[in-house]
């Protein structure tokens, strides 16, 4: 099975902060994403990326930024957080480009800023 | 607005009974589709999925229809039972494109 691990289950931080979420899977997966997920909004895409240092925007990554420095991790950082960035956060990663293949995510990591 | 969606956001069903959770799609593109089910506290759960050269498919307990002339997409859970209570979400793709689509969500409630 497919193991996607987000590092923290639960997160509190100040506004300013700079967060750090870390992600890892263990399947060699090319592809991995990072959404929010929010009552009534849904999944919402703010990075993906398809290979090591490689990295595109999803639909909201205003306030965001990622990192892939090996291809089993993927991390989003929030340069500058905000209250507005309370949310869930998920990650999920996918075999390859091109595969039709499902995403297969993490439990999330529950983000608080204060 | 959201291109996957469903008709209802709550589902309740009697324990036993099969439960049929629908989600209707826009992009007549699409060619690749994804049921996953999401319970309290946790992610995404991939069930199953099709691909558009399909009508329908089984796994253990679950069937995917997809209806491509009216561009819609359920999933059948036979005998309902407490552990299926979640939030079920449909999702389509675009071959080539590396994004994957989400609908809000179906509850389904099992009721005893």
């Known amino acids: 099975d497919v193991k996607v691990t987000q590092s923290s289950r639960y997160l509190v931080k100040r506004t300013g902060e700079k967060v750090f979420l870390e992600c890892v899977q263990d399947?060699?997966?090319?592809?991995m994403f990072w959404y929010r997920q929010d009552p009534g909004l849904g999944l919402r895409l703010i990075y993906f990326?398809?290979?090591?240092?490689?990295?595109e925007k999803g639909d909201i990554p205003e306030g965001y930024s990622v990192s892939r420095e090996k291809k089993e991790r993927f991390s989003l950082i929030l340069e500058s957080a905000s209250t507005n960035q309370t949310s869930m956060y998920l990650c999920?990663?996918?075999?390859?480009?091109?595969?039709?293949?499902?995403?297969?995510f993490g439990d999330g990591t529950r983000l608080s800023i204060l | 607005g959201e291109s996957v969606g469903l008709h209802l956001p709550t589902l309740s069903v009697q324990e036993g009974d099969n439960s049929i959770i629908n989600c209707a799609y826009s992009?007549?593109?699409?060619?690749?589709f994804i049921w996953y089910k999401q319970e309290s506290g946790k992610g995404p759960q991939f069930i199953i999925d099709?691909?558009?050269?399909?009508d329908k498919r089984q796994g253990q307990r679950v069937t995917v229809l997809l209806n491509k002339t009216v561009k819609h997409l359920s999933l059948q859970i036979a005998a309902t039972q407490p552990g299926d209570s979640a939030v079920y979400f449909c999702?389509?793709?675009?071959?080539?494109?590396?994004?994957?689509?989400f609908g809000k969500g179906t509850r389904l409630h099992i009721l005893p």
């Open positions: 399947m060699d997966h090319e592809n």
């Open positions: 999702a389509e793709n675009i071959s080539g494109d590396d994004k994957i689509i």
């Open positions: 099709i691909r558009s050269n399909m």
């Open positions: 992009n007549s593109a699409s060619d690749y």
């Open positions: 999920a990663s996918s075999l390859r480009r091109d595969s039709n293949q499902p995403q297969h």
């Open positions: 990326s398809y290979d090591v240092k490689m990295k």
